[in-house]
């Protein structure tokens, strides 16, 4: 079964640092999102990509957070200097559709601890 | 804008006894609902949806949940608990941008189903 992958799946770093998340998308797939959830707390949205453009994004996706898709299979997310705040779980997500009756296939999750 | 209440971070049964994980929701439209689940160190999975249609929806391994719009409500259930059930569950909905029609998943904070022998 097609799957989305992410990598790593953990992942360590000093505040102030750049961290990419990346992911690899179901191919056929044309509609891409990250959701994140810090410990204890819910799976929040944060940004939704369509189209090589951000479709939709949440407060949370401040100047700090950038999308890309640089080669046609990769999705990455980008954080340009990490936070303590960013300490959280990320998760990839795709979909070949979007309307709202269909489910969406995730990725494992990359945990990333800001230190 | 919607909005999902778990009861329960923590459920604990024992093995072959019914499984009952509640999830009420706040909604101004029809809501499309979802159950998805997290084992440890995997990705969510989808475990079933509701979206129109029939409000009982089974989903797999064995998990139904029902559709109770009075109730603003989307319980999911599994007759007979099994040790692999143990897991983390999360109730989703389905939320519109106005606009551009693009959806999002508003979460549960989710419940840990314990499963013991």
């Known amino acids: 079964e097609p799957e989305v992958t992410q990598t790593p799946s953990h992942q360590v770093t000093q505040m102030g640092q750049e961290v990419i998340l990346r992911c690899v998308p179901i191919s056929n797939h044309l509609y891409f999102y990250w959701y994140r959830q810090i410990l204890g707390q819910k799976v929040e949205f944060l940004v939704s990509?369509?189209?090589?453009?951000?479709?939709?994004k949440s407060e949370i996706f401040d100047d700090q957070f950038s999308v890309e898709r640089p080669d046609g299979s990769n999705f990455t997310l980008k954080i340009r200097s990490t936070k303590l705040e960013d300490s959280a779980m990320y998760f990839c997500a795709s979909s070949d559709k979007w309307v709202p009756n269909y489910g969406y296939t995730f990725g494992s999750g990359t945990r990333l601890t800001v230190v | 804008a919607q909005s999902v209440t778990q009861l329960g971070s923590h459920v604990s049964v024992s093995e072959g006894a019914l499984v009952l994980l509640r999830c009420n929701y706040s909604?101004?439209?029809?809501?499309?609902l979802f159950w998805y689940v997290q084992y440890p160190n995997q990705g969510l999975q989808l475990l079933l949806k509701?979206?129109?249609?029939?409000?009982l929806v089974k989903g797999i391994n064995g998990f139904e949940a029902e559709f109770k719009k009075s109730e603003t409500s989307f319980h999911l259930t599994k007759p007979s608990a099994h040790m692999s059930d143990a897991a983390e569950y999360f109730c989703?909905?389905?939320?519109?941008?106005?606009?551009?029609?693009?959806?999002?998943?508003?979460f549960g904070t989710g419940t840990r189903l314990l499963v013991s022998p």
């Open positions: 990509f369509y189209n090589n453009e951000i479709s939709e």
């Open positions: 509701y979206t129109t249609g029939a409000t």
């Open positions: 989703a909905v389905s939320d519109l941008f106005s606009g551009t029609g693009f959806q999002k998943l508003v």
């Open positions: 909604s101004s439209v029809p809501p499309y």
